[in-house]
């Protein structure tokens, strides 16, 4: 069966008003990024780091589904298994434009994570303030986001899923955190769509040098040649 992996980064929300994870010097927000996105700075300023996702799930209620979104969520419902569909976001804009099945490698900004039993589950946008576990009701709680400096579990079904490709698809992505590079050159056929040329360009087959929302309708062309070929 023929298997095409989307992979995603912060360009496929950039549309969307979601900040890049990395701005110019290495900044976010207007703090170093790992003052707010470190297992370090999370031990040095516990707070500041749980107000800093606080009004990330802020700004996230307020911002809609952007095409490409809605595009790629067409494709997954009309292809199913066909089609895997992993993000580098923490947003859950994909999943709000109907995508099913969204694999976060770095975790989910809605969710909050119990630190005294594990329980993870969905606080929406509201404030991590005044909430308690409901399972074991503890307010030692945190973000559900991976930070530099742990295990991202769901990178073991990235590569797996890489490695079953016969079409691999990256949209609005550095390759600065995973090495795209290696997947498309394993592909048998490989797009690459980011906003600006990069060093990743020469190992795709296919690229299109725009923004996500002008790209979507040609990779989704290509999507449903590649599938209706012999």
Same mark, same amino acid.
């Not at 494709?75 to 895997?84: C, D, F, R, S």
């Not at 119990?114 to 993870?120: D, K, L």
């Not at 050159?185 to 002008?214: C, M, Q």
């Given at each position: 069966?023929?298997?095409? @992996?989307?992979?995603?980064?912060? /360009?496929?929300? #950039?549309?969307?008003?979601?900040?890049?994870?990395?701005?110019?010097?290495? *900044?976010?927000?207007?703090?170093?990024?790992?003052?707010?996105?470190?297992?370090?700075?999370?031990?040095? !300023?516990?707070?500041?780091? *749980?107000?800093?996702?606080? #009004?990330?799930?802020?700004? *996230?209620?307020?911002?809609?589904?952007?095409?490409?979104?809605?595009?790629?969520?067409?494709?997954?419902?009309?292809? /199913?298994?066909?089609?895997?569909?992993?993000?580098?976001?923490?947003?859950?804009?994909?999943?709000?434009? /109907?995508?099913?099945?969204?694999?976060?490698?770095?975790?989910? *900004?809605? !969710? @909050?994570?119990?630190?005294?039993?594990?329980?993870?589950?969905?606080?929406?946008?509201? $404030?991590?303030?005044?909430?308690?576990?409901?399972?074991?009701?503890?307010?030692?709680?945190?973000?559900?986001?991976?930070?530099?400096?742990?295990?991202?579990?769901?990178?073991?079904?990235?590569?797996?899923? #890489?490695?079953?490709?016969?079409?691999?698809?990256?949209? /609005?992505?550095?390759?600065?955190?995973?090495?795209?590079?290696?997947?498309?050159?394993?592909?048998?056929? $490989?797009? @690459?769509? !980011?906003?600006?040329?990069?060093?990743? =360009?020469?190992?795709?087959?296919?690229?299109?040098?725009?923004?996500?929302? !002008?790209?979507? =309708?040609?990779?989704?062309?290509?999507?449903?040649?590649? @599938?209706?070929?012999?």
């Amino acid at each position: 069966m023929k298997k095409v @992996l989307i992979i995603s980064g912060a /360009g496929l929300s #950039a549309a969307s008003g979601i900040k890049t994870f990395r701005d110019s010097d290495g *900044l976010w927000e207007n703090h170093d990024v790992m003052e707010i996105c470190s297992t370090e700075g999370f031990m040095r !300023n516990r707070q500041k780091v *749980l107000d800093f996702y606080d #009004a990330r799930r802020a700004e *996230l209620a307020a911002a809609t589904p952007n095409y490409a979104h809605i595009k790629i969520a067409e494709l997954k419902a009309k292809y /199913g298994e066909q089609i895997v569909v992993i993000t580098q976001n923490i947003d859950d804009l994909l999943e709000r434009a /109907g995508c099913a099945d969204v694999v976060h490698l770095h975790g989910f *900004l809605p !969710n @909050l994570r119990c630190e005294s039993c594990g329980e993870i589950w969905r606080v929406g946008y509201d $404030s991590i303030r005044d909430k308690i576990c409901p399972k074991c009701a503890s307010s030692r709680l945190r973000h559900d986001v991976v930070m530099f400096g742990e295990m991202a579990p769901e990178y073991e079904r990235m590569y797996r899923e #890489a490695s079953e490709c016969t079409l691999f698809i990256a949209i /609005g992505t550095s390759g600065e955190v995973i090495d795209i590079a290696s997947f498309a050159k394993r592909a048998p056929y $490989s797009i @690459l769509n !980011n906003l600006e040329k990069s060093r990743l =360009d020469r190992h795709f087959d296919t690229l299109y040098i725009e923004s996500a929302v !002008n790209a979507v =309708d040609k990779i989704a062309r290509d999507i449903e040649e590649f @599938l209706r070929k012999d």
